[in-house]
């Protein structure tokens, strides 16, 4: 008896296709991914800031509506949001794809989505891993996870370490659940409901939830640019009471007047998911949150609405407070 | 009805718990981490070198012997030798573990030993990303992956292109297959296999065949330190030959004389493996080969052992060729 590499289940020579195909993207075959700094040399004290990240189980259901050309952007944007709200310039990614059995056409697609979501925010694509395992991936399955490596001034660092009471807190829209809570999406709606056209969506379900997770490095960059940005939070998994505490100081609250729910969330809500959980697992319309003087607010594109403001407090246990909006036309950007 | 993320398979408050946990490890809660590169200002021209890796069904291995406890250092050894091998010093690594799910002693102790196997080679671990897929990953099993970004200056960066005719190949012995073959290993071997005790190896099969991915920053410094070391390859996936390859320039061939099989690679091919595919899958005994002018050899510690000489070529398509070695016994430093 003789047995294959290929018989337990792994396809070395697709592997070996795929990495050819990307080294050549890559410009390199060797160990590592090379990417030049000279630049580094004009910071007075340079920190590289770093994120990990996955998509989670929206690949998954990507995979089941056959739309999967958007998770590469999905994987580029969540990490790039990661450290840009540090205020840190990305350089490079670097990706890693997991697979029940390697499907070449599908990770080809992968890192080309990838490279361009890279290419288009100027950062370099510095190497990747595929793996092919059908013993700890379902069938059919597979993961998209990378890393990226910016840089920053030390003394830019933006960590809200800066906010002080009777700052405005402002957001910017999401484009849908970005990259949270599609395990919860795909409990609640079958492959019937996913295809369906809705209406008021102008698209079918499926797709509205397929939308990419939005990148917010330019709205950042233009924020940081007028000065008086204290801290900026990416809305993840957690929500915005769990992104939002973790860059409050101590003592003080971040008052949230939540804007009415887009239609998405609304679907989601109206299959029976609690308010709480909701806002535990979803954005809820919001990707971004910025606390700042509020002094700057009039200057901020009108993307950008007031959502709410930071008070004293002595109840370190809850740094944010959500409050539906009472009007639920109040969407301009008035203080209230 | 109501339906929670937690009903849908997915528990965010053990995910909290240890994210939390990881955070105090860490010393932030933020989106990034933060590694201070002053030291990057002494480089005339610095180069960022970075590489994403996996340790692929090893995880799988591991957690039906219930011996978890180096795959830690797994993928850290891994990653670092990735870099190491560019003459690249490493300064921070992040991870990315995903589980079927998520078992917070599990990934506290996965953290642990990434953490501990950082500390002892002065890297940074800069962060981390934990996720819990249960429609994704098949149940009990679990992925850990991560990261790796290191610095070298621009003109000692080890790439191959210095290797001539007539240079030395020298290898270090790995301990084990490291990160590499783990399907092939687990479709040829059963639990009662794994478990039994092998009185040449002195030591189970399983154990043997979970020994830690080795390290060899220590020794590429040591050997770069000498001057003439003009390639290095880290020997994983795709073998001797697959790897070697890699830093072959046109027109030269390595000719490497293969040392006698360790035992674990031995039981392995006894099990029906034919020869191709054993050197296609394996690292064979050589972890790492360096590439270098002859004139080095004796200089370098005993550990290494010669293992052939470049020559030209036409051939391109063949950049490095194995033979067995003649005799079983020769495993001495001189040159054949």
Known sequence: MTVTYEEAGVDLQAAADLSHRVQMKLGTGLFGGFVPVDDLKEYEHPVLVSSVDGIGTKTRLAASLQVTHG????????????IAVHGATPLFFVDYLAFHRLDSSLA??????????CSALGISLAGGETAEMPAVYREGCFDVAGAIVGVVERGGIVDGS????????????SSGPHTSGYSLI?????????RA???ELGNTLGDALLASHRCYLGEIRQALSLGGVHGLAHITGGGIVGN??????AG??????????????RLIQDRGVSATEMRRVFNLGIGLIAVCDRRIVERLPADWRVLGHVVETRDDANRVVLEQSRSPT??????T
């Open 162 to 173: 800066r906010i002080r009471a009777g700052d405005a807190l402002v957001g910017l829209p």
């Open 252 to 265: 003080l609250q971040a008052a949230v007047e939540l804007p009415p729910l887009p239609l998405v969330f």
């Open 108 to 117: 080809d697609r992968l890192v080309d989505d990838i490279d361009r979501a």
């Open 244 to 249: 939002l505490s973790r860059i409050m100081p």
């Open 186 to 194: 795909q409990a609640l709606f079958g492959e019937e409901d996913l």
């Open 197 to 199: 056209l809705v209406p």
């Open 330 to 335: 109040s969407n301009g950007k008035e203080m």
């Open 71 to 82: 998770l590469g952007r999905d994987i580029v944007h969540h990490c790039v949001n990661d």
